[in-house]
């Protein structure tokens, strides 16, 4: 069964520190990641998509993957209060839906 | 991407009626999803929404119950039939925006918030 894991937190960490969320998937053959920011009672917003071994910046924002090891994280540099959310992870295997983790809560604090 | 608008936004139903739920994108896209999301759970894919041809329905989800329409490029309706409390969640349109690669990620509407009495 093809599977993404999170940890589901709830993950704090204090305003301006650097929040690590991790994910593994379970399909060696999947190309593309997706994380996803949810905040409480809103629907699921794309932040960062990667595709390559390695890291990808955008703002705060870093996503690391590594095909080998299986697994992809994304990084939140200088965490704010507002950051404080459920993120989501995907993984799109080659053949097969997009499969979604079941999240890691965030929760920063001032 | 694209602006997807859902409606209604919210609703509360009495037991054995049911709903349709309007997804409507401002530009054409070439696959649309329809997604529960129980509360405190991730979200589940219902059905691929086909355009001009019967949705694909994902294991545990049948036609009768959740019947899908998808008329055209930019809009297709989910209605929840018969529906009973244990239909309450959020359910989420999403859409795959631009050339027909599925690796493109996919973007969500508002969802809409279903409550069963």
């Known amino acids: 069964q093809k599977e993404v894991e999170q940890n589901s937190g709830p993950l704090s960490v204090p305003e301006g520190a650097i929040a690590s969320l991790n994910c593994t998937y379970s399909?060696?053959?999947?190309?593309?990641f997706f994380w996803y920011r949810q905040y409480s009672g809103k629907s699921p917003e794309l932040i960062m998509s990667?595709?390559?071994?390695g890291d990808k910046e955008d703002g705060r924002f870093t996503a690391q993957l590594n095909k080998a090891s299986q697994y992809v994280s994304l990084l939140i540099r200088d965490s704010q209060p507002s950051d404080s959310a459920t993120y989501l992870c995907?993984?799109?295997?080659?053949?097969?839906?997009?499969?979604f983790g079941t999240g890691t809560r965030l929760q920063v604090f001032p | 991407s694209a602006v997807i608008s859902q409606k209604p936004s919210r609703d509360i139903c009495q037991r054995g009626t049911s709903l349709t739920i309007q997804c409507q994108v401002d530009?054409?896209?070439?696959?649309m999803f329809w997604y529960r999301q129980q509360p405190g759970q991730s979200l589940t894919l219902i059905a691929t929404?086909?355009?001009?041809?019967?949705?694909?329905?994902e294991s545990g989800f049948v036609i009768d119950k959740f019947p899908i329409s998808r008329p055209n490029l930019t809009f297709s309706t989910l209605t929840v039939s018969n529906m009973s409390p244990e239909d309450s969640s959020i359910y989420l349109c999403?859409?795959?925006?631009?050339?027909?690669?599925?690796?493109?990620?996919?973007?969500f509407g508002d969802g809409t918030r279903l409550s069963i009495l």
């Open positions: 999403s859409v795959v925006v631009g050339q027909s690669d599925s690796n493109q990620p996919q973007h």
């Open positions: 399909d060696r053959g999947s190309q593309s």
């Open positions: 990667i595709y390559s071994n």
């Open positions: 995907a993984v799109k295997p080659p053949t097969d839906k997009l499969i």
């Open positions: 530009s054409q896209v070439t696959m």
């Open positions: 929404a086909n355009q001009g041809s019967e949705a694909t329905y």
